[in-house]
């Protein structure tokens, strides 16, 4: 949360399809000050256990509003469990080559836009 300056971060561990462990840490909501849970997935499984909502539908059934600029025009829709698993392949948010070599920015490289990058100052992890 640190190194990118987020306000909160929930996690959740399910071993053999059970929650083991839950937290939530910094905040949900900074100008509230309402602390960051980890109840969003486990609400998310609630409606699915209720049969309110499945898993594998594209995400925009259930937030229409939902949209991700720079996909490609033949990418399939966004589905909830790949949300939900991080496993859903969202574009670069940046114009950094993040995960194609072991150079990773700096701090004040993630703060500062640019529209090309030297890896000159880069780190190694």
């Known amino acids: 949360m640190a190194y990118a300056d987020f306000p909160g971060v929930s996690v959740g561990i399910v071993h053999d399809q059970e929650l083991v462990w839950a937290a939530g840490f910094g905040r949900a909501d900074v100008e509230r000050g309402r602390p960051a849970t980890a109840d969003t997935s486990t609400a998310i499984l609630q409606l699915r256990d209720a049969g309110k909502l499945r898993l594998d539908d594209p995400l925009d059934a259930y937030l ?56 000159s100052s880069r780190r190694s992890a």
Not at 73 to 99: F, K, N, Q, S
Not at 100 to 107: A, K, S
């Open 64 to 119: 229409p509003w939902f949209r991700i600029g720079g996909t490609r025009a033949d990418a399939p829709a966004i589905t909830t469990r790949e949300l939900l698993t991080h496993t859903v392949g969202l574009p670069r948010e940046a114009g950094m080559p993040y995960w194609t070599d072991q150079d990773f920015p700096t701090v004040e490289e993630n703060r500062t836009p640019t529209t090309s990058a030297s890896t």
